[in-house]
């Protein structure tokens, strides 16, 4: 019942959702000016790419985007990048923004902001709907979850992976039977539960929902209805139906070696550092190189990296080590070492880089050393100044720094004013 034929014909009946509204505060300075999937990624990429391309790949091409705060970034980028989609073809990305169809509030909640878009879901007349986050790093085929929903009969399957408990409670946390039903189900809980005969781990939400479309519409419906809920899927709508309708969780496994897959959520300052650092490693567990899964976006009409300079009687050698570096960069007599470096970054000589992540049109001054921090885009850092080195004293000039002691620099930190959203 899982070949191909089938799961191609329950990933044309679905229409994906991606919710890509939120603030994303826990990434501070990063998202003052641009909503959280809309942030930098990888060099080239954006976050929210990378769930684009897993339906793209999956086969699912029907998607809609459901944007609120800041997102002028985004959507440039969907228009820009993903315009490739035929919509003769019954292909499509649309962007649903708060239009208050319904009502006169913004989004209210994750289930509000789809049921404000109810008569847009119904004309696209699916039989499945696929609810995603736009803000997290990770490859899946949605085609095998949609299958593993069919065979179950199910109403409802949510995605789980599995965390450290002390890790939890910053997910929604299930409870479920031996065969794989979910029996309870608990939105961020202070003291979660573990996985039986497993005391340090839970079983978390990814934040993925396969719907039955007739049996979400009833259930967005009840919720919109009820006075006292948050209108929220984790908090409102799962809690609710796992006892009476066939709710399952769908574990977020390698199909080869049976081993969890990647997902990041690199929603704070240091996990969203740590995660672009593991793109860096010989044998990363995220392979951007992969063929036969690529991550799309726009590309940059830009000239290729350029290292300049051998002048090693002065010490002005234009190399990196370990690093990414993308087009129209320019390493200028100086080192760069176990760094992402965006489009249009300028390395000026005698300068060093470390362990850091360079966002697009950067000009790193010479002599000026950089150690874990991220640059956002546009920032002009001047000649001999040290970043990352003295903590207190970044704190002192402004600079944001994270509980792990990254160091966070935006343009209007260094007195530049300029709000690069894009």
């Known amino acids: 019942m899982s070949s191909n034929r089938f799961v191609s014909r ?3 009946q679905t229409v994906a959702l991606i919710l890509a509204g939120g603030r994303g505060t826990r990434l501070r300075k990063l998202t003052e000016w641009r909503v959280k999937p809309a942030v930098h990624f990888g ?11 897993n339906c793209v790949n999956s086969g699912i091409r029907r998607m809609g985007i459901l944007t609120q705060y800041k997102a002028d970034s985004l959507i440039r980028h969907i228009q820009k ?6 919509g003769e073809l019954g292909e499509f990305v649309d962007l649903l923004p708060a239009q208050q169809r319904l009502h006169d509030k913004w989004y209210l909640g994750t289930a509000d902001a789809v049921y404000q878009n109810l008569d847009i879901l119904r004309n696209y007349r699916p039989q499945h709907v696929l609810i995603l ?3 997290h790093v990770y490859k899946m085929d949605y085609g095998a979850m949609l299958a593993y929903h069919a065979d179950n009969d199910a109403d409802l399957t949510v995605a789980c992976i599995e965390v450290p408990v002390k890790d939890a409670s910053a997910f929604g946390v299930m409870q479920v039977d031996e065969q794989s039903r979910i029996i309870d189900f608990k939105e961020k809980p202070e003291f979660p539960p573990c996985i039986p005969g497993r005391s340090d781990m839970a079983l978390a939400s990814m934040g993925i929902y396969i719907f039955n479309a007739r049996f979400l519409y009833e259930q967005l419906i009840k919720d919109a209805d009820d006075p006292d809920s948050s209108h929220d899927f984790g908090k409102d709508i799962i809690p609710d139906v796992i006892k009476k309708y066939r709710v399952f969780a769908y574990p977020f496994l390698d199909m080869e070696t049976g081993v969890q897959s990647y997902w990041r959520d690199v929603g704070t300052i240091d996990s969203y ?3 672009n650092m593991e793109l860096i490693g010989v044998n990363p567990e995220l392979n951007l190189y992969d063929r036969e899964w690529p991550i799309w976006t726009y590309q940059v009409q830009a000239p290729p990296a350029k290292f300049v300079f051998e002048d090693s009687e002065h010490d002005r050698v234009g190399k990196a080590f370990d690093s990414m570096v993308c087009g129209e960069c320019i390493i200028s007599g100086a080192t760069v070492r176990h760094s992402i470096l965006s489009n249009d970054v300028r390395v000026n000589s005698w300068a060093l880089v470390e362990h850091s992540v360079v966002l697009r049109e950067v000009n790193v001054g010479r002599h000026a050393k950089i150690r874990r921090a991220i640059i956002d885009r546009g920032c002009q850092i ?4 040290e970043i990352g080195y003295d903590l207190e004293a970044d704190k002192q000039r402004g600079f944001d720094v994270s509980p792990g002691g990254i160091v966070t620099v935006t343009p209007d930190m260094l007195g530049q004013k300029i709000h690069f959203a894009r």
């Open 133 to 135: 986050a736009g803000d």
């Open 81 to 86: 990048g993903w315009g490739f989609l035929r």
């Open 382 to 385: 001047p000649e001999s100044m």
């Open 273 to 275: 550092w740590a995660a």
């Open 43 to 53: 060099g080239k990429y954006r976050i929210i790419d990378f769930t684009l391309s």
């Open 10 to 12: 329950l990933t044309r």
